[in-house]
């Protein structure tokens, strides 16, 4: 019998070490035996208990497919919001065929023109889109985060080709489901096509409301809004004030918010003077959020 350690057992389920472990304190998946040592172990039984204690399912790979790596692929894929509805079978068939394949910090994926040849899902790092105008001005469409689909309009454009650009702002891992196989699976679940649809319409209500700002706010009032968002995954001091990390370099926010690195430099300088913000670089307090949040 085949025993995993926790490390293992996370990579097999599609989660970090540490998310397996606090699930585990917080009684949301059963205990596992030791051995020896005092160390978790982990069996292909235990495995499959858990999948069913979080709601997925237990199945097995298609015959000739690696079985750990299936599973880890099931696990990512399960994580996506436009495949997390899908039956066992499709999402088994999908993770078969799917390949990952990493990035270096500043690579592009891919440019405007090249032919899609895949759906790339974002496993680890950040990936900026973006676009650039004939006068050589980039504009950020988003900026991905993991668990994240990016370039999906490709695969139904006629001519197959990406419309904007992809760069990893870090070190990035991306599982690719090829698009042929994708194509197949697209025309026996209309559910999948409808989640995708449903994740285009999000994406293009994001994109209105970020042109409704552009049109109406100033950058100092984008910028405050921007800053206000974080804070709502920041750290709240004891001193008062919450702390945020900004996720991107200042010409990249810059470019997100529809301004140039020089506006973008004197708005925190007008922040800090002010005594609504502190901090240099990424990591900021704000200390006036609601005048921020109502600036």
């Not at 099931?74 to 997390?84: K, S």
């Not at 790092?125 to 309009?153: M, S």
Request: hydrophobic letters at 40%; proline letters at 4%.
């Amino acid at each position: 019998m085949r025993f995993y350690t926790c490390s293992e057992a996370a990579g097999l389920l599609g989660i970090s070490r540490n998310t397996l472990l606090r699930w585990f304190r917080e009684g949301r998946i059963g205990a596992v035996s030791r051995d020896r040592r005092g160390w978790r172990s982990f069996t292909e039984a235990d495995l499959d208990r858990i999948r069913r204690e979080l709601g997925s399912p237990a199945s097995t790979p298609p015959a000739g497919v690696d079985s750990q790596r299936w599973s880890r692929v099931c696990g990512w894929l399960r994580q996506v919001p436009a495949f997390r509805s899908l039956s066992e079978a499709i999402l088994s068939e999908m993770a078969a065929s799917a390949r990952f394949k990493g990035f270096l910090p500043g690579q592009t994926l891919f440019s405007p023109g090249e032919r899609c040849l895949g759906l790339p899902v974002l496993v680890k790092g950040r990936v900026r889109l973006y676009r650039v105008t004939e006068g050589g001005r980039e504009q950020t469409l988003a900026v991905v985060t993991p668990c994240q689909t990016l370039g999906e309009t490709s695969l139904f454009r006629p001519d197959g080709q990406y419309s904007s650009n992809a760069t990893c702002l870090e070190g990035s891992t991306l599982l690719i489901l090829p698009q042929s196989r994708l194509r197949e699976v697209l025309a026996q679940s209309p559910e999948l096509s409808w989640n995708l649809l449903s994740s285009f319409s999000q994406r293009v209500e994001a994109l209105e409301a970020r042109i409704e700002e552009m049109a109406l706010l100033s950058l100092e009032q984008r910028l405050a809004r921007h800053l206000t968002e974080l804070a709502r995954s920041g750290t709240a001091l004891e001193a008062g004030g919450i702390r945020i990390e900004l996720t991107m370099s200042t010409a990249d926010l810059a470019s997100l918010l529809g301004g140039a690195r020089e506006s973008l430099s004197r708005a925190m300088m007008r922040f800090r003077r002010e005594g609504w913000i502190q901090g240099q670089g990424r990591q900021l307090v704000l200390l006036e959020p609601e005048t921020l949040a109502h600036l």
